[in-house]
């Protein structure tokens, strides 16, 4: 099956900096989201990115399918930004499982 | 609002008292799903359904059931549920077929945190 690596596996930030998390795939995929999961267990949607590029406010997410690998972009870090960061792929139609990977743990200090 | 509601979120129960999750959608998804989360292990699919009527098992389907009467619920039972059916469970939904958009985006409910002792 698909096996999905996310690095860093631990990320520690000051309020106010940028980081970059990355997603690598092994195999060719129809669907990408990543995720925020809150500290209080609750998975956010914030990006379905199979292909390509997209943004919302802070956040900023590429996916280069041929070379199978996403990146995940926050800007201006902030406090409420501190959880885990999970990438999740799908090789087929809806039906099949998304495949996670095991997640970054971001902490963003004041 | 789109989204997908999951009842109870908190629950403490006994070895053997039968239990059942709630999931329901309001985006008139085909395709729900259960997960469960467990430090170490990461998300595992439980089982899963492509329409009304219509169930799969997923990786990890022993010692629950779901059943899909109407499109927009998707119930996950525990019969009889023992400690190592502690866990985070999530139920997800999605498009089943190609449309424009996301086709097959996911969307999770808020999560039910678990304790079987």
């Known amino acids: 099956g698909i096996q999905v690596e996310q690095s860093p596996p631990d990320l520690i930030l000051q309020e106010g900096a940028n980081s970059t998390l990355r997603c690598n795939f092994s195999d060719s995929v129809n669907n990408l989201q990543w995720f925020h999961q809150n500290p209080w267990g609750q998975l956010i949607n914030l990006f379905y990115i199979p292909s390509g590029t997209k943004q919302n406010g802070r956040l900023s997410a590429t996916t280069v399918a041929t070379e199978r690998y996403s990146l995940l972009y926050i800007s201006s870090s902030q406090t409420t930004d501190s959880g885990v960061y999970f990438c999740a792929v799908a090789a087929n139609q809806a039906g099949t499982a998304l495949i996670f990977g095991k997640g970054t743990t971001l902490s963003v200090s004041s | 609002e789109a989204q997908v509601t999951q009842n109870p979120r908190y629950l403490i129960t006994v070895t053997g008292k039968k239990l059942t999750v709630t999931c329901s959608q309001n985006m008139n998804h085909e395709y729900m799903s259960w997960y469960r989360q467990d430090p170490g292990l990461g998300l595992r699919q439980i089982y899963y359904?492509?329409?009304?009527?219509?169930?799969d098992k997923g990786d990890v389907p022993e010692g629950y059931k779901v059943s899909r009467k109407e499109k927009r619920n998707f119930p996950l039972i525990l019969e009889s549920p023992s400690p190592n059916q502690t866990s985070l469970y999530f139920c997800a939904s999605s498009l089943a077929f190609r449309t424009s958009g996301n086709p097959y985006e996911q969307y999770f409910g808020p999560g039910t945190r678990l304790t079987v002792t």
């Open positions: 359904s492509m329409n009304v009527e219509v169930t």
